[in-house]
């Protein structure tokens, strides 16, 4: 029973991509002031830091101390959140639970990931970890690969073609054009996805989120410290975190998101919405695959339909229900652990008519989708204007 | 790391995987609980050697200790018996690797320690068993 | 005087062998470091790079275990010249493997011959009471010196057999052998070099030729028998003409040889040369039928043993892959593949 509804006050973030002059510590920080900025109040009640691999990616742990003391509040209380490439929306849910649940008056969330720091080969070993050291790390399958198997596996039964998976990443990319801080900002075409270097066959280069560094922050408030407020203010109507069977091919089907499935249906269900009401959405297209699949899950699309409807122009900007509005994490970008804040703030920037070239006109109700490992978690939200 | 191999030796060398006692349900890797059924008495099953590939890929940028290997084929397969294993494809054809292959069991060097450290051997499939 | 012959009869229970599935031709080597022309064997048998002695051993072991039906091992010895470790026991991870662990275990090394050195010592524990049944492999994944002769034959590959007391089911019996050494250097590796050295024509009349000749013309003396009693004949095979030679010297024709004369078309395996010889042997052998199997280790020794196969051997058809299927099941690759399946490239 919720005692407080839960409101983002104010987001930050930082560009995407190979920032070389700027370490972790540096982007939490900068991500962190941007949220703080115009705030009433000099600190939050508690600090949530959503990051993957800072110890093999920064020989670092313990951030939320660490981030708490750079930002001039030691004595907050403060914490790391991992969850995989769901950290971020990971983070946020346990923030916003704690906010809804009248034991915070306010939290700053911030996502933080540095990846650049690491050779290829490293990133790739660090972002396995989501996966069994024993049973899927030891056989030498990359994250890429198990999303290969899923691509596969995917094309085959459900008769999907290369051209019609293409789709996604082409939306990401438009949409990335007019986003300041997305990290590719060019448009690209369907043949350009399908002839890009093959990473884990059928998967290419252009089907895959690229690597990059960023941080992104969101300050959550309750009603007392939304009330009164000049600030523009979106509402957080319902959030839930699910988790599937962990490893892909335990499942008994490989192509049901499941915890998509559940964590979208709960979180609506707080929210006291239908599928139909969200204007747009902010899906985990970690893989062209992964968005089509997440988009089926939550039942936008039939079985097999996700990418065939995204060719068909339903998830474009001008479409029935656009995706990916600063190019999701595609084109915007995946700093893995901070993705799911990236997309939350993006979903804010929206709902506050904030998002410049990239707005969705009239958009009242939006969810974000935030998946660790293929799947294994699923962090859904569900945002509103503030009334 | 190789205390975290060495434990489940058994594991990699026979593919010892759990049978569920209460409905006879088989998995590989090992659970705790019983995927099917949810009893919690789960007993350790050698898995059969055989099976078909469920997909496959061709990874061309294999985690670290494995780039002599690429491209590398991996495959989920399920075993005659049901329960499903991620795997490398080695010794076989390239055509020869495509969904629904039949494919079986060999142990061969997995993870190597550079040049002093240790060998941790363990399970791989090829498509093209030994004949008959 | 020195024949050695077990008091309790041992016999082997099952074998199994392995040749891995790659081939390089020898006009490739020649290819790179002749100009051309080819070495005196079509192909040799290559592992891929994520196999080895043990892993090989594993496979052949346990063909051998299907084949033979029984639980446990009072011993397992592994003969090879190419341990992965050089301190650290093949035959532990074997025996691993099996799931045996009461048991003995242990690798020998005398070159080529350590495998039938394995069976010795097993028919050995065997026929004196003191195992049940133990498992004695040969098996090596032989390196050549880029450019070497031995390049050409150096081969992976070998086999395993089951020893165990004889019974109704036996495959074949170990009758009896004999063994005969010398200091003789005609091919050595020291401790910290990876690859053998050896001498020319020194390796023939010395080496190979002296020591078979020797242990074979024992067993004759001491058991009486004579070329024509035995129905195959397997010789250590370094290259395809050595083992023509001695069975011809020895009164040999080539029809007894030929069922267990590999070498032409998967090089030489070293400690599982003749082992594999034998397995090949066995494959096509009928109950009454004499072998006489006699290897050659550099350093320098042979064994020679007078094997009877046994009613047994009928049942075992169909159980395990013939070597025969296992020389067909092959693909050929180039030198520069070869070099890097085999870590030959400086990284």
Not at chain 3, 48 to 67: N, P
Not at chain 3, 104 to 109: F, S, V, Y
Not at chain 3, 281 to 296: M, R, T
Request: proline fraction near 4%; charged fraction near 20%; aromatic fraction near 8%.
């Amino acid at each position: 029973m919720a005692r407080s509804k839960a409101y983002i006050a104010s987001v930050g973030l930082t560009g995407i991509g190979d920032l070389w002059d700027k370490s972790l510590l540096d982007l939490a920080v900068e991500a962190a002031r941007g949220a703080m900025k115009g705030s009433p109040r000099k600190k939050p009640d508690q600090i949530f830091v959503g990051n993957m691999f800072s110890a093999l990616g920064a020989s670092q742990e313990h951030l939320g101390a660490m981030t708490a003391s750079a930002l001039g509040m030691a004595g907050t209380p403060a914490v790391k959140v991992e969850a995989a490439c769901s950290s971020g929306g990971s983070a946020f849910n346990v923030a916003y639970n704690l906010v809804r649940a009248g034991a915070l008056d306010s939290a700053l969330v911030i996502g933080v990931e540095k990846m650049r720091d690491l050779e290829p080969e490293e990133v790739s070993q660090a972002l396995a970890m989501a996966e069994s050291a024993e049973y899927t790390q030891f056989v030498g399958a990359t994250f890429a690969a198990l999303n290969g198997l899923l691509a596969r596996y995917y094309m085959e039964e459900l008769n999907v073609t290369r051209d019609e998976l293409s789709a996604i990443p082409v939306i990401d990319h438009a949409n990335a054009v007019t986003a300041a801080h997305a990290q590719f900002r060019k448009a690209i075409t369907p043949e350009v996805v399908g002839r890009s270097q093959m990473i884990a066959d059928p998967l290419r280069l252009f089907d895959c989120a690229p690597v990059g560094d960023g941080a992104a922050a969101a300050l959550l408030v309750n009603d007392d410290a939304a009330s009164g407020s000049k600030r523009k203010l979106a509402e957080v109507l319902g959030g839930k975190i699910s988790t599937n069977e962990f490893s892909l091919y335990e499942r008994e089907d490989m192509l049901d998101f499941k915890a998509t499935r559940l964590a979208f249906k709960d979180a609506l269900s707080m929210a006291g919405l239908s599928p139909g009401k969200m204007n747009f959405l902010e899906v985990h297209d970690a893989f062209s695959v992964v968005g089509a699949l997440s988009l089926e899950a939550m039942g936008y699309s039939k079985r097999g339909n996700g990418s065939r409807d995204a060719k068909a122009g339903k998830y474009a900007r001008g479409g029935e229900l656009p995706i990916n509005t600063f190019g999701g994490l595609k084109a915007r970008g995946h700093p893995v652990g901070a993705t799911g804040v990236y997309q939350i703030a993006e979903a804010y920037l929206q709902l506050t008519d904030q998002a410049g070239k990239n707005q969705i006109e009239g958009a009242e109700y939006a969810a974000t989708q935030n998946v660790g490992g293929v799947d294994s978690t699923s962090a859904v939200h569900i945002f509103g204007r503030a009334a | 790391m190789s205390i975290q191999y060495w434990r489940i030796r058994d594991r990699y060398y026979r593919l010892i995987g759990s049978r569920c006692a209460a409905c006879g349900a088989e998995f590989f890797p090992p659970v705790y609980k019983c995927k099917k059924c949810g009893s919690e008495d789960i007993k350790d099953k050698e898995m059969p050697k055989t099976g078909k590939i469920m997909t496959y890929t061709q990874l061309h940028e294999p985690l670290p200790g494995f780039e002599a290997q690429a491209p590398l084929y991996l495959a989920v397969i399920k075993l005659d018996n049901g329960a499903r294993i991620l795997s490398q494809i080695v010794d076989s054809p390239d055509e020869s690797v495509k969904t629904g292959a039949r494919v079986s069991a060999t142990i061969r060097r997995v993870r190597v320690d550079g040049e002093s450290g240790q060998i941790v051997y363990g399970y791989k499939f090829t498509v093209n068993p030994l004949l008959k | 005087m020195y024949l050695m012959q077990s008091k309790k009869r041992a016999a082997i229970l099952g074998y199994g062998a392995y040749i891995p599935y790659y081939r390089l031709p020898t006009t490739e080597i020649a290819r790179i470091w002749k100009g051309g022309g080819s070495g005196p064997n079509v192909e040799k048998a290559v592992a891929y790079m994520d196999e080895d002695t043990v892993t090989m051993a594993i496979e052949a072991a346990r063909q051998a275990m299907k084949m033979a039906g029984i639980e446990n091992l009072g011993a397992v010895f592994v003969g090879t010249e190419s341990k992965p470790y050089a301190v650290k026991p093949t035959s532990t991870i074997v025996a691993q493997a099996l799931g045996q662990h009461h048991t003995l275990a242990a690798d020998l090394e005398f070159a080529c011959k350590a495998g039938t050195e394995a069976m010795q010592v097993i028919t050995g524990l065997v026929g004196s009471g003191m195992i049940e049944a133990g498992l004695a492999i040969g098996m090596d994944t032989a390196q050549g010196k880029p450019g070497d002769d031995l390049e050409y034959t150096a081969a992976s590959g070998g086999a395993a057999f089951v020893i165990g007391n004889r019974n109704k089911d036996s495959v074949a019996e170990i009758d009896c052998s004999t063994s005969y050494v010398s200091d003789t250097g005609d091919f050595w590796r020291r401790a910290h070099e990876r690859y053998p050295r050896h001498l020319s024509r020194f390796t023939g009349e010395p080496a190979y030729f002296h020591h078979i000749e020797s242990s074979v013309k024992t067993l004759f003396k001491e058991t009486g028998h004579k070329p024509s009693d035995f129905k195959y004949a397997v010789f250590h095979q370094p290259n395809p003409r050595f083992p023509v030679e001695v069975a011809t010297r020895l009164g040999f024709t080539m029809e007894q040889i030929k069922t267990g004369l590999l070498n032409p078309m998967i090089g030489n395996t070293y400690a599982g040369s003749s082992p594999i010889g034998l397995a090949a042997v066995l494959d096509e052998a009928s109950p009454g039928d004499k072998i006489l199997l006699a290897s050659f280790g550099s350093g320098a020794g042979s064994d020679a043993f007078c094997i009877d196969v046994l009613e047994g051997i009928t049942r075992t058809r169909g159980i395990n892959p013939t070597v025969k299927s296992m020389m067909e099941r092959s693909t050929k690759i180039d030198y520069s593949t070869y070099s890097k399946f085999r870590d030959k490239l400086h990284r």
